[in-house]
């Protein structure tokens, strides 16, 4: 049984050895165990916040396996993106051309350049230990986001985006990035990535400003405009699946695309239940696998069975209930895993 709850300072070992086997292009798993220290300790910090509306905050999630004590899998929040720091992205914009004369006229798509600084709520930092792919854990390490959103919707700005990875293969080499991004940063791509998360302001001073005629960049830069890892495929339709869609921008680095979505039409924040518990049941096999999250003290969610009696209240499955500390009269949001 595996379960999610708030990352810890002491899952910095884990959590080290986890971001070992992530491949280029996850800048929110870092190798560098200073800097996903610093990241942990502020996620511990903004956890106990409670603020009244988002401020940047950093929710780091881990997915744990109980009967090992490990941590296999990590996810997170970010209550708001730009501020002191701006949020970049290229947004993916039509040019019109024509010539009456000639009778000719071509549409022609251009890389705009978009600084926020006062940006959107952004899921991220998906990462999923080989092993641990299977038994619909991507699933409950994606979606269970959007539980702990409906609880505190305060805490999060009302659009969400996701920045989908990239093209970028295991050397970190990216097409895009050589074709454009290295002619103004004379680096490498996982280098750029890496500093873009303790310091963007190198991006504002060497970042051209000028609109990017995509057809004048390589054939092969071209085709990945918009486009996302092959790994990523799946992630990319459960989240299109969630009421996601294509915000019309990708990634400065890799193009990767970035979708977004109103955080109230989200189908697993819109659709599903928060009641009291009323028994524990030794088994609930009529009931489907669902998303199960308790609140209270400390945040803590699983795949696990629960149904509603018909008072309105919640009966949980007994292995759901252990592996979560649920106990009759506490309070549980559960929804569907699929639409």
């Given at each position: 049984m595996v379960i999610i709850r708030p990352v810890a300072e002491s899952d910095l070992d884990d959590l080290a050895q986890l971001a070992e086997g992530a491949s280029f292009g996850l800048t929110s798993l870092p190798k560098d165990r200073e800097l996903l220290a610093e990241r942990i300790a502020q996620s511990c910090?903004?956890?106990?916040?409670?603020?009244?509306?988002?401020?940047?905050?950093?929710?780091?999630?881990?997915?744990?396996?109980?009967?090992?004590?490990?941590?296999?899998?990590?996810?997170?929040?970010?209550s708001k993106v730009g501020g002191f720091e701006p949020f970049y992205a290229y947004?993916?914009?039509?040019?019109?051309?024509?010539?009456?004369?000639?009778?000719?006229?071509?549409?022609?798509?251009?890389?705009?350049?978009?600084?926020?600084?006062?940006?959107?709520?952004e899921i991220g930092g998906l990462y999923l230990s080989?092993?641990?792919?299977?038994?619909?854990?991507?699933?409950?390490?994606?979606l269970f986001r959007f539980l702990f959103m409906a609880e505190y919707p305060e805490r999060f700005e009302p659009?969400?985006?996701?920045?989908?990875?990239?093209?970028?293969?295991?050397?970190?080499?990216?097409?895009?990035?050589?074709?454009?991004?290295?002619?103004?940063?004379?680096?490498?791509?996982?280098?750029?990535d890496y500093l873009s998360l303790s310091d963007k302001r190198f991006i504002?001073?060497?970042?051209?400003?000028?609109?990017?005629?995509?057809?004048?960049?390589?054939?092969?830069?071209?085709?990945?405009?918009?486009?996302?890892?092959?790994?990523?495929?799946?992630?990319?339709?459960?989240?299109?699946?969630?009421?996601?869609r294509f915000s019309g921008m990708v990634d400065i680095f890799e193009a990767g695309p970035i979708i977004m979505?109103?955080?109230?039409?989200?189908?697993?924040?819109?659709?599903?239940?928060?009641?009291?518990?009323?028994?524990?049941?030794?088994?609930?096999?009529e009931a489907p696998l669902g998303l199960v999250a308790?609140?209270?003290?400390?945040?803590?969610?699983?795949?696990?069975?629960?149904?509603?009696?018909s008072d309105g209240r919640a009966i949980v499955e007994k292995a759901t209930a252990d592996a979560l500390g649920v106990h009759e009269g506490d309070r549980i949001r559960f929804g569907a895993l699929r639409a």
């Open positions: 910090r903004d956890f106990v916040r409670s603020p009244r509306k988002p401020r940047g905050e950093l929710y780091l999630f881990v997915m744990e396996d109980l009967e090992t004590r490990r941590v296999v899998g990590t996810s997170c929040i970010v947004r993916v914009q039509t040019c019109v051309h024509e010539s009456t004369h000639l009778g000719i006229r071509k549409e022609i798509p251009i890389l705009h350049l978009v600084t926020e600084h006062s940006g959107p709520c080989t092993s641990y792919r299977k038994h619909g854990n991507g699933r409950l390490l994606s659009t969400v985006i996701a920045e989908m990875r990239g093209v970028v293969d295991e050397r970190g080499h990216s097409a895009f990035w050589e074709a454009l991004g290295r002619h103004f940063f004379e680096m490498d791509f996982p280098r750029a504002a001073d060497l970042m051209p400003t000028c609109p990017i005629y995509i057809p004048l960049l390589p054939k092969e830069a071209q085709e990945v405009v918009g486009k996302v890892h092959r790994n990523t495929e799946p992630a990319l339709k459960m989240l299109l699946d969630e009421g996601f979505a109103d955080l109230h039409d989200i189908r697993t924040v819109r659709d599903n239940r928060q009641t009291a518990v009323a028994r524990i049941a030794t088994e609930l096999s308790v609140f209270g003290e400390s945040f803590r969610t699983c795949t696990g069975r629960a149904a509603v009696d």
